[in-house]
């Protein structure tokens, strides 16, 4: 089975750009999870979709959207980027829903910088 | 809210030893699962091991296993005989919850 796959690898924006970041899960996973991560703030969760509805939200401003389609695939996109977004963003999927017994696959990331 | 610290930034052994990383949470839910992840130097997340709090034995694969104390709502993940590829970040998760990780490395 192919794994997580996030596209693209690395994103440069400039200030004030906005940004899509798209995630394909592993075949016959219906939730899709975004986290970002910093270096000393470790992951941060973003939101999570199951079966094309936000199940879950975390703190971040409402820059931050995404959305799932009909084949599980996900998007996450960023609007008038700000220089602390640069960071790793990563997409993970699994089986069931985040607060099941079924673990995170995730993929290599986007990695994001805002000059 | 639930909360996960790990309070280990960084850890360094040498190869072939023992070492234990820390974690501690918070929730006010009585079943959850907890899990340790493993990121390698510039490469994917891994599962490591996960434990399901209703099950009071331990968790154990092969060289990783965990000391879980529901009641302390700690849960601390041993590797044995520690091997250069186990260098890595590794990221204790409750649920949506992740901690801020810790960086193991192995020394030769």
């Known amino acids: 089975k192919a794994g997580v796959t996030q596209t693209p690898r690395y994103l440069i924006k400039t200030r004030g750009q906005q940004v899509t970041l798209s995630c394909s899960p592993i075949?016959?996973?219906?939730?899709v999870s975004w986290y970002q991560q910093t270096p000393g703030q470790g992951l941060q969760f973003l939101f999570e979709?199951?079966?094309?509805?936000?199940?879950n939200k975390g703190n971040f401003p409402g820059r931050f959207s995404g959305r799932q389609f009909s084949n599980s695939r996900s998007e996450m996109n960023v609007s008038t980027l700000e220089l602390g977004d640069s960071a790793l963003y990563l997409c993970?999927?699994?089986?069931?829903?985040?607060?099941?017994?079924?673990?995170?696959?995730f993929g290599n990331g986007t990695r994001l910088t805002v000059t | 809210a639930q909360t996960v610290t790990q309070s280990q930034p960084e850890m360094s052994v040498q190869e072939a030893e023992t070492v234990t990383l820390s974690c501690t949470y918070d929730?006010?839910?009585?079943?959850?699962?907890l899990f340790w992840y493993k990121q390698p130097p510039s490469r994917q997340m891994i599962l490591v091991i996960r434990?399901?709090?209703?099950?009071?034995q331990n968790a154990t694969e092969n060289r990783f296993s965990v000391n879980f104390q529901k009641a302390a709502k700690s849960f601390s993940l041993k590797i044995s005989d520690s091997q250069l590829g186990d260098t890595a970040m590794y990221f204790c998760?409750?649920?949506?919850?992740f901690g801020t990780g810790t960086r193991l490395t192995i020394i030769p």
């Open positions: 979709y199951f079966s094309e509805t936000q199940r």
């Open positions: 993970a999927s699994s089986l069931g829903p985040i607060r099941s017994n079924s673990p995170l696959h």
């Open positions: 929730t006010s839910e009585n079943n959850y699962y």
């Open positions: 075949s016959g996973h219906r939730s």
């Open positions: 998760a409750l649920g949506l919850t």
């Open positions: 434990q399901e709090a209703y099950k009071q």
